[in-house]
């Protein structure tokens, strides 16, 4: 469930993780860490003692305490942190996050009558988001109260309820730029 090491570069490979069910890794770097590009499931990133260096589908990005990224299935990452860190990893099962966006975003009604409702476009922007106060106790709950995989996903849909919404609010935003290609939204919207 959740972890305290990070993985070694000999665990990376060109295809994407198939989880069997969420989990996290929690974790302190204790110098320099390097992990090579490969391809992600849905992924949470974030850092808390300094900022860390990431490229993100061939762009660099950086990670700093009160941000994080979400990224999607099928997302190229690498890590690079020059100075000891602590990271958190929250890997989301895909049928679990699907699942749980269709359950957000579509009534009581709807789910009972058809309960296999699409969850549309789950496309999360590349861009990174701030931890709001509620994301962050989300957080700690998910660190301190899960003793079962049951407790860990209960978490994980309360941090994901908080997430869509700001991810709604984000998405938003980005339409308002007139450019057709969403990297290039992404892109504006970062800077």
Do not use: C
């Not at 999607?72 to 966006?101: G, V």
């Not at 999360?124 to 989300?138: D, E, M, R, Y």
């Amino acid at each position: 469930m959740i972890s305290t090491t990070l993985p070694y570069d000999q665990s990376a490979n060109d295809e994407v993780p198939n989880l069997a069910s969420n989990s996290a890794i929690y974790a302190h770097s204790s110098g320099k860490y390097y992990f090579p590009k490969h391809k992600t499931p849905y992924l949470f990133v974030t850092n808390y003692f300094d900022e860390a260096n990431y490229r993100l589908n061939d762009r660099p990005i950086s990670i700093t305490k009160g941000s994080f990224y979400f990224l999607n299935s099928r997302d190229e990452l690498e890590m690079r942190f020059n100075q000891p860190n602590r990271t958190l990893l929250i890997f989301f099962e895909e049928d679990f996050l699907k699942s749980s966006f269709s359950a957000l975003e579509n009534s009581d009604k709807e789910l009972l009558e058809n309960p296999k409702i699409d969850s549309g476009d789950l496309r999360i922007p590349a861009v990174p988001f701030n931890i709001s106060k509620t994301i962050g106790l989300q957080i700690e709950k998910l660190l301190s109260d899960t003793e079962t995989q049951e407790d860990f996903d209960s978490q994980l849909f309360l941090l994901l309820t908080e997430f869509a919404q700001l991810n709604n609010d984000t998405r938003s935003k980005l339409k308002r730029f007139e450019v057709a290609k969403r990297s290039t939204q992404e892109e504006l919207y970062r800077k």
